[in-house]
């Protein structure tokens, strides 16, 4: 026997049963009142009430209160080069006729992200994947007014855009510092998921922790350096919305998901989000304001390096435990003129630890034209210093 088939019977009689009793004391009583109680009579109520009250009003709730009228919708149109079908478009009809130019069509392709308010005059942070190369963008506020947006810098490899819209007192975020975010605390995660800010023209709120932090990922030709992993979900549209702490600063912005999913449109919170950190924001902000987003060319570096305890060293029999071997300098290149040599090992850039390609290749890719880098090497047992400008 089905048990969900059971459990349903047994209620069913269960109800039934039950209105037969109703019915029969109803005729006993028949014409008197029943008199509804607007207060009860057990004790102690007023004050468990009033401490339920209370705790619902918190911190979470607060934060969430003050952040909410900064959060934008935002619905993009792009449109996209597409080939147009050809019937005589084939290897046959071109052997005899010779080759057909090619016809194309542009086609609108529509968008939607999140984002938030950072100034009282209108600029606005989100995803270069949300703004990307739209031809028109448009801006939903919490008030449901619509804005005409406009793009005043975008990084493709970084993935953050800075929008404008026209208008003056509009409420807008704190940013925080990410550096002193703490695995484990309390994180809320704001936006327009699936759209749904155009039914009230509210952002939709969710909740979880800090999971991880300063996680390096590569995807889709975009570099992202030191993402804050949380499990407060994010779903499709809550890309470019803030990631706040409890006291409703934002400390990212909204961007990926792992899914399971196999295409964008049906990928779905699992628990594991990113966020860009944004103290990492702030400088590319600072640069799109400056028009200063040249970023430099790492070939000309001209550096080989092995890791530690890789194949590679294994082949050239090194034997070190942390830094990078250096294994080749191109000749004229910014290491050479600079005093490198094989044999040094790199141990810090900028201050920063590096014992892998992969931290190597993040500071590398977040260089611009007229940084400097500073090396720590150690040479011989000695510790060597040595700048490179690009």
């Known amino acids: 026997m089905n048990p969900k088939i059971t459990i349903l019977g047994l209620v069913i009689v269960f109800l039934f049963n039950g209105t037969g009793c109703s019915a029969k004391e109803s005729s006993s009583y028949g014409q008197k009142p029943v008199k509804i109680y607007e207060e009860s009579n057990l004790p102690q109520r007023d ?17 969430v209160e003050m952040a909410s009228p900064a959060v934008v919708g935002i619905n993009v149109m792009q449109y996209v080069k597409v080939p147009v079908w050809d019937p005589f478009d084939d290897p046959i009809f071109e052997y005899f006729f010779g080759k057909r130019q090619r016809r194309y069509r542009m086609y609108p392709v529509k968008g939607l992200g999140s984002g938030f308010l950072i100034s009282p005059d209108g600029y606005i942070l989100t995803n270069y994947h949300v703004s990307g190369d739209a031809s028109e ?29 026209e208008g003056e007192n509009f409420p807008y975020l704190k940013l925080g510092n990410s550096d002193d975010v703490i695995v484990g605390e309390w994180v809320i995660a704001l936006g327009n998921p699936f759209g749904l800010f155009d039914l009230n023209s509210k952002p939709t709120v969710t909740v979880g922790v800090v999971s991880n932090k300063g996680v390096n990922l590569m995807l889709d030709n975009k570099y992202y350096k030191g993402m804050i992993q949380t499990d407060a979900a994010i779903s499709s549209g809550n890309s470019g919305g803030p990631l706040i702490n409890s006291l409703g600063e934002v400390i990212g912005i909204n961007t990926m998901i792992y899914s399971t999913a196999t295409s964008s449109s ?24 400056t028009n200063k987003l040249n970023r430099a060319n790492i070939n000309r570096l001209g550096l080989g390096v092995v890791e530690p305890n890789s194949e590679e060293a294994q082949l050239y029999r ?40 992969e931290e190597f290749k993040s500071i590398l890719l977040d260089t611009f034209e007229g940084d400097v880098l500073n090396f720590k090497l150690s040479r011989n047992d000695r510790i060597i210093n040595l700048k490179i400008e690009f």
């Open 47 to 63: 004050s468990v009430s009033n401490s339920l009250n209370l705790s619902r009003r918190n911190a979470i709730t607060r934060a």
């Open 137 to 165: 963008i448009i801006v939903t506020t919490t008030d449901g007014k619509k804005h005409k947006a406009k793009v005043v810098g975008s990084d493709e490899l970084s993935d953050i855009a800075l929008l404008k819209i």
């Open 266 to 289: 049906g990928a779905g919170s699992i628990g594991i989000g990113w966020a860009i950190p944004i103290n990492r924001v702030k400088k590319i902000i600072n640069r799109f304001v």
């Open 318 to 357: 090194l034997n070190f435990e942390q830094g990078l071997f250096v294994v080749e300098i191109k000749r004229n290149s910014l290491a050479d003129k600079a005093g490198f040599q094989v044999g040094d090992v790199i141990i810090e850039i900028n201050g920063e630890k590096v014992n892998s390609i």
